[in-house]
């Protein structure tokens, strides 16, 4: 089965410049989310989709974040304007269902953002 | 809110020995889910193992197991028979809502 693919896999910009990233979740499922690591932390989620529709957005910072979902399979993240603190790596993962605490997550490889 | 720490951000050992990773959580649910996740440098996030609180027998997969204490809150990971390939950030994590993750401790693997 093929894994989470997300594009690109390094990014940098400068900062007030704007980003966007792309995910494909495992065919199948239905649970989508984001997660921002930065260096030397574990990954914090941003983001959790359950098919199209936003079921967990609290850690997102909606004054220069956005995500979308439109036909429940592939995700964009995007960052409008990028400040020096988004330097991180982001992270798309899925599951089968979300609601179930015992389905495990499968992370894609992230993307390195760099802001300058 | 749920916290996740990690008290030792590195850790070495001898190729073929063994280590234990450790890990503390503090929450006031019952009903949750605990996991190992293991980050390469190819930043893949990879499980290692999982466990579901309200079982009191320790999982193991193949040369990983863990020790559940309930009690203590505490949920450590021990790698048998280390190898090269085990190097890397490993991530405790604890889910009931959402997963939220520790700060990770950095293996090194000794040949």
Same mark, same amino acid.
């Given at each position: 089965?093929?894994?989470?693919?997300?594009?690109?896999?390094?990014?940098?910009?400068?900062?007030?410049?704007? %980003?966007?990233?792309?995910?494909?979740?495992?065919?199948?499922?239905?649970?989508?989310?984001?997660?921002?690591?930065?260096?030397?932390?574990?990954?914090?989620?941003?983001?959790?989709?359950?098919?199209?529709?936003?079921?967990?957005?609290?850690?997102?910072?909606?004054?220069?974040?956005?995500?979308?979902?439109?036909?429940? %399979?592939?995700?964009?993240?995007?960052?409008?304007?990028?400040?020096?603190?988004?330097?991180?790596?982001?992270?798309?993962?899925?599951?089968?269902?979300?609601?179930?605490?015992?389905?495990?997550?499968?992370?894609?490889?992230?993307?390195?953002?760099?802001?300058? | 809110?749920?916290?996740?720490?990690?008290?030792?951000?590195?850790?070495?050992?001898?190729?073929?020995?063994?280590?234990?990773?450790?890990?503390?959580?503090?929450?006031?649910?019952?009903?949750?889910?605990?996991?190992?996740?293991?980050?390469?440098?190819?930043?893949?996030?990879?499980?290692?193992?999982?466990?579901?609180?309200?079982?009191?027998?320790?999982?193991?997969?193949?040369?990983?197991?863990?020790?559940?204490?309930?009690?203590?809150?505490?949920?450590?990971?021990?790698?048998?028979?280390?190898?090269?390939?085990?190097?890397?950030?490993?991530?405790?994590?604890?889910?009931?809502?959402?997963?939220?993750?520790?700060?990770?401790?950095?293996?090194?693997?000794?040949?």
């Amino acid at each position: 089965e093929a894994g989470v693919a997300q594009s690109p896999r390094y990014k940098i910009i400068e900062k007030r410049q704007s %980003v966007a990233f792309w995910c494909n979740p495992i065919s199948g499922h239905a649970t989508l989310y984001w997660y921002q690591q930065i260096l030397g932390q574990g990954p914090k989620l941003l983001i959790q989709f359950q098919n199209n529709g936003v079921v967990d957005d609290s850690q997102l910072p909606k004054d220069r974040f956005s995500a979308e979902r439109l036909k429940g %399979v592939d995700s964009t993240l995007k960052i409008q304007p990028a400040k020096l603190e988004d330097s991180a790596v982001y992270l798309c993962a899925s599951s089968l269902a979300g609601g179930r605490k015992d389905q495990p997550q499968h992370f894609g490889d992230g993307t390195r953002l760099s802001i300058l | 809110a749920q916290t996740v720490t990690q008290s030792q951000p590195e850790m070495s050992v001898q190729e073929a020995e063994t280590v234990t990773l450790s890990c503390t959580y503090d929450t006031s649910e019952s009903d949750y889910y605990l996991f190992w996740y293991k980050q390469p440098p190819s930043r893949q996030m990879i499980l290692v193992i999982r466990q579901e609180a309200y079982k009191q027998q320790n999982a193991t997969e193949n040369r990983f197991s863990v020790n559940f204490q309930k009690a203590a809150k505490s949920f450590s990971l021990k790698i048998s028979d280390s190898q090269l390939g085990d190097a890397a950030m490993y991530f405790c994590a604890y889910r009931s809502l959402k997963l939220t993750f520790g700060t990770g401790t950095r293996l090194t693997i000794i040949p």
